[in-house]
């Protein structure tokens, strides 16, 4: 197999896994449990992939990187835009009781 097309193949495969993400984040409006952190980081990461694959001419690399950013960048729209609109505290996932020495 041609090294060209297996790196657009793993380039394509790693870029499509945001997607179901976005979509489902378009469609509920709910990106609560979205940390800003991870979207966010790999748009860095991908935009450093991307130069070094525009400086070495790598349309593979180019390809899936610059559409990673595009999808990653629509995630920290959204979870920009539609918020933490419901504000939610450790304490309403997890009740926590205190347990004297004698109750164990």
């Known amino acids: ?9 793993a380039g394509t495969l790693t870029s499509v896994a945001t ?3 976005v ?16 979207p966010l980081l790999l ?8 130069t070094y694959g525009i400086i070495l001419g790598d349309v593979p690399l180019i390809v899936a990187n610059a559409f990673s950013i ?3 960048s629509m995630l920290i729209c959204m979870k920009i835009v539609y918020g933490d609109d419901e504000k939610v ?3 309403d ?4 009781k205190i347990v ?3 109750e164990i």
């Open 1 to 9: 197999m041609n090294a060209t097309y297996l790196g657009l193949l």
């Open 23 to 38: 979509v489902m984040s378009y469609r509920t409006r709910h990106v609560r449990d979205i940390s800003i952190w991870q």
């Open 19 to 21: 997607i179901p993400q």
């Open 70 to 72: 595009v999808c990653n």
């Open 93 to 96: 996932y997890v009740e926590a």
């Open 100 to 102: 004297t020495r004698e």
């Open 89 to 91: 505290h450790v304490s």
């Open 43 to 50: 748009a860095v990461g991908t935009a450093l992939w991307l």
